[in-house]
């Protein structure tokens, strides 16, 4: 009896969570939504800027809008906290064609360690995670930089179920 044997290349994993809290031209959100990602996370996080001028929203290039941060070592046992806040229910439209999800969490407080703080009061946040293969480094790398073929990219069936079997997440 021979077991089969599955190609360590196809398989999925986690490559990064980012969460980003959008904050608008509000200073105040913004200095509480960079104290609570660094709450959440041991990681520093970063203001987001504008790129664009938008005059009808009052925007103009270099206002910092947003704060964020990325995680990759740690990612997947973030990424189990922040699915037992959504009570590991996702829906089918959080994924995309190439097999990345996200979802927003309306409260921090339903985050798995964290209590509510009377200065930051009720905040949510928005959580991406981007999933890959092994090989993906051609995309990323500096020389000789080329294109995942199409067979190897993540697609959104593939990314439902590594989600279903690695965390145990109900899809509707």
Do not use: C
Request: aromatic fraction near 6%; charge should be positive; hydrophobic fraction near 40%.
């Amino acid at each position: 009896m021979t077991q089969k044997q599955t190609n360590p290349m196809r398989e999925v994993r986690v490559a990064k969570v980012t969460l980003n809290i959008g904050a608008g031209k509000n200073e105040d959100v913004l200095k509480k939504g960079l104290k609570l990602l660094q709450k959440i996370t041991p990681l520093k996080p970063v203001k987001t800027a504008t790129k664009k001028r938008i005059p009808g929203w009052s925007l103009r290039p270099g206002l910092e809008i947003g704060a964020k941060v990325t995680a990759r070592a740690d990612a997947v046992a973030l990424l189990k906290r922040l699915l037992v806040a959504k009570e590991n229910i996702l829906k089918s439209g959080n994924f995309d064609d190439r097999g990345n999800f996200a979802f927003g969490i309306p409260e921090y407080i339903e985050i798995e360690g964290l209590d509510y703080d009377p200065e930051l009061k009720i905040m949510g946040l928005e959580v991406a995670v981007t999933l890959e293969r092994p090989g993906y480094r051609v995309k990323h790398r500096r020389v000789k930089q080329r294109k995942v073929g199409k067979n190897h990219q993540v697609t959104r069936d593939e990314a439902i179920d590594f989600v279903r079997e690695k965390f145990g997440v109900e899809v509707q």
